[in-house]
C-alpha cells in the first residue's frame, strides 16, 4: 500500500509560479514511476507529466510542455511538479499518482494508487 500527499497549491496570478509536492509512504517508492493529473470543474481528469523510476524518462502533455518540470527525490520519497507562466485554464485539483511499474505512462487506467489533490487557482 502506498499513501500520497500532495501539498504546495493556492492562488496565484496568472504568468506566475507554484511547485507541487507529492510524498509517499512506503519503502518501494523508488520503483514506480509517478505522475501528475489535474480536474478542472466539470471536466474529465486529464494527464499532465510523468517520471520513471530513476527519474532519467518525463512526460508531458502538450498543454504544459515548455512551461512545467516534473522532477522526484527518492530518497526523500518525494515528486514536485514546477509550475511556471501560470495560464487561468490551468485552473485545476492537481492530484499526484503512482505506477507500480518503473515506466511512464499517460494512462490514468495504469495508476494504482492516488494523492488526495491540491488546489490550483490562477487568476487573470
Known amino acids: 500500500q502506498v499513501q500520497l500527499v500532495e501539498s504546495g497549491g493556492g492562488l496565484v496570478q496568472a504568468g506566475g509560479s507554484l511547485r507541487l509536492s507529492c510524498t509517499a509512504s512506503g519503502r518501494t517508492f523508488s520503483n514506480y514511476a509517478m505522475g501528475w493529473f489535474r480536474q478542472a470543474p466539470g471536466k474529465e481528469r486529464e494527464f499532465v507529466a510523468a517520471i520513471s523510476w530513476s527519474g532519467g524518462s518525463t512526460y508531458y502533455a502538450d498543454s504544459v510542455k515548455g512551461r512545467f518540470t516534473i522532477s522526484r527525490d527518492n530518497a526523500k520519497n518525494t515528486v514536485y511538479l514546477q509550475m511556471n507562466s501560470l495560464k487561468p485554464e490551468d485552473t485545476a485539483v492537481y492530484s499526484c499518482?503512482?505506477?507500480?511499474?518503473?515506466?511512464?505512462?499517460?494512462?490514468?487506467?495504469?495508476?494504482?494508487?492516488w494523492g488526495q489533490g491540491t488546489q490550483v487557482t490562477v487568476s487573470s
Open positions: 499518482a503512482a505506477r507500480t511499474s518503473a515506466w511512464v505512462t499517460t494512462r490514468l487506467s495504469e495508476y494504482a494508487y
